[in-house]
């Protein structure tokens, strides 16, 4: 078994070939549209469906084994859902990268102070990337 059909297996999921085309392309892209996705796995599976493709990452989306990045003024990104992290999103050439963030003493805050169910934390920082400075 590799990484892939593991991951898949936490999350109560089938281990399809598919399925594991898609997170190795998306652990190599890191962060990735849903066109652009389905633009290289094409090139493994040239019969998959954008329908297909759909079905499946709403799946690994719902299982939490993926996650949604929405940024500003881009198509919505998906990732393979790790630990928590912030991004760093360039408004030029709309490049995300991941970085560390101290999210514990805000989501204390959250859950003792104001009693608050934090379900989910997204923190996008916007801004323009060294190559494109
Ligand atoms: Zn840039
Ligand atoms: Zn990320």
Do not use: W
Request: overall charge negative; aromatic content about 6%; some cysteine.
């Amino acid at each position: 078994m590799n990484n892939f059909e593991v991951m898949l297996r936490e999350h109560n999921l089938k281990a399809t070939k598919q399925r594991i085309g898609i997170l190795s392309i998306m652990e190599m892209r890191g962060h990735i549209n849903i066109e652009e996705l389905y633009e290289k796995i094409k090139k493994s599976f040239p019969s998959i469906s954008l329908a297909t493709l759909y079905k499946n990452m709403h799946l690994m989306l719902e299982n939490k084994l993926l996650t949604e990045v929405g940024v500003k003024n881009s198509k919505t990104l998906y990732e393979i859902t790790k630990e928590d992290h912030a991004h760093m999103h360039c408004e030029k050439c709309n490049e995300v990268v991941d970085i560390d963030f101290d999210f514990e003493n805000i989501t204390d805050n959250l859950d003792n102070k104001n009693g608050f169910i934090l379900k989910d934390t997204q923190v996008i920082f916007s801004g323009i990337c060294k190559s494109c400075k």
